[in-house]
């Protein structure tokens, strides 16, 4: 990786990873990234995978089969952070019905959501990228 | 040597993901390191594997058995395929062959 800010960001997000996995694969990782940068894949978007893989080793039950304590803590926080905003978002439409006033404003409407792009287009064939794969679980 | 291995006949890879069995369609022909994988998938499938999703495969699949790694060459390493992953590759190649045979039937019967 010449550019020092793109080393920096792989580096960065390398870190989100368990360290068991840091220590298994953390400079092969680097390593891999930086000759798919030199291949001309977006920096970003190779920091978008290692990111969505951290979040995928993190919930994913580690070989004992339990889940670590970082996984149940994230969990927690999910759950704690998710009632009160469960509770606002049932709470805004009753509000929004007693007052009459509440007009749209069409600049605050959200833009749609951009996604992900899917596909990286190469020369020739058409390309289908896959930056995630299904665990084959049910949850 | 991993947990678990599928029973004969089973297909172990049916929920693994596309990105799992693409990888070990291209450990049959011979080790690979990461690099070479995504270099080879997508030569083969023209699937770009991200690294992320490249290496969660790579360690599912070794948990189950299905690869081994092997010594590391300088600071990469290559994995090859088990004869467990050679099996169950085979079997879900084999499943594939009857579902795709099955569509292509119905496509002719409905005249689609």
Same mark, same amino acid.
Do not use: N
């Given at each position: 990786?010449?550019?020092?800010?793109?080393?920096?960001?792989?580096?960065?997000?390398?870190?989100?990873?368990?360290?068991?996995?840091?220590?298994?694969?953390?400079?092969?990782?680097?390593?891999?990234?930086?000759?798919?940068?030199?291949?001309?894949?977006?920096?970003?978007?190779?920091?978008?995978?290692?990111?969505?893989?951290?979040?995928?080793?993190?919930?994913?039950?580690?070989?004992?089969?339990?889940?670590?304590?970082?996984?149940?803590?994230?969990?927690?926080?999910?759950?704690?952070?998710?009632?009160?905003?469960?509770?606002?978002?049932?709470?805004?439409?009753?509000?929004?019905?007693?007052?009459?006033?509440?007009?749209?404003?069409?600049?605050?409407?959200?833009?749609?959501?951009?996604?992900?792009?899917?596909?990286?287009?190469?020369?020739?064939?058409?390309?289908?990228?896959?930056?995630?794969?299904?665990?084959?679980?049910?949850? | 040597?991993?947990?678990?291995?599928?029973?004969?006949?089973?297909?172990?890879?049916?929920?693994?993901?596309?990105?799992?069995?693409?990888?070990?369609?291209?450990?049959?022909?011979?080790?690979?390191?990461?690099?070479?994988?995504?270099?080879?998938?997508?030569?083969?499938?023209?699937?770009?594997?991200?690294?992320?999703?490249?290496?969660?495969?790579?360690?599912?699949?070794?948990?189950?058995?299905?690869?081994?790694?092997?010594?590391?060459?300088?600071?990469?390493?290559?994995?090859?395929? $088990?004869?467990?992953?050679?099996?169950?590759?085979?079997?879900?190649?084999?499943?594939?062959?009857?579902? $795709?045979?099955?569509?292509?039937?119905?496509?002719?019967?409905?005249?689609?």
């Amino acid at each position: 990786m010449d550019d020092p800010q793109t080393a920096r960001l792989v580096r960065t997000v390398l870190r989100c990873y368990p360290a068991r996995w840091r220590r298994r694969h953390g400079d092969e990782a680097a390593d891999l990234a930086a000759l798919l940068i030199r291949d001309g894949t977006p920096a970003g978007s190779i920091a978008w995978s290692y990111l969505a893989g951290a979040a995928r080793e993190w919930l994913t039950p580690s070989p004992g089969g339990r889940l670590s304590a970082v996984a149940c803590a994230l969990l927690a926080a999910a759950c704690l952070l998710g009632v009160p905003a469960g509770l606002v978002a049932s709470a805004r439409p009753a509000r929004a019905e007693s007052t009459s006033q509440a007009r749209p404003h069409a600049h605050c409407r959200p833009a749609p959501a951009e996604p992900f792009p899917a596909v990286i287009p190469t020369a020739g064939r058409p390309q289908v990228s896959i930056w995630e794969a299904g665990h084959g679980r049910s949850c | 040597m991993g947990r678990r291995h599928g029973r004969a006949g089973q297909d172990v890879l049916r929920r693994a993901g596309e990105a799992s069995v693409l990888i070990l369609i291209s450990l049959a022909a011979g080790p690979k390191h990461g690099y070479a994988l995504i270099q080879d998938v997508k030569e083969l499938a023209g699937v770009e594997l991200g690294p992320g999703t490249l290496y969660g495969a790579l360690d599912r699949l070794e948990r189950l058995g299905l690869i081994e790694p092997l010594p590391a060459d300088d600071r990469r390493h290559p994995y090859r395929i $088990t004869a467990p992953g050679a099996e169950a590759l085979r079997v879900h190649l084999d499943s594939m062959e009857r579902v $795709t045979a099955a569509g292509r039937r119905r496509l002719q019967l409905g005249g689609v």
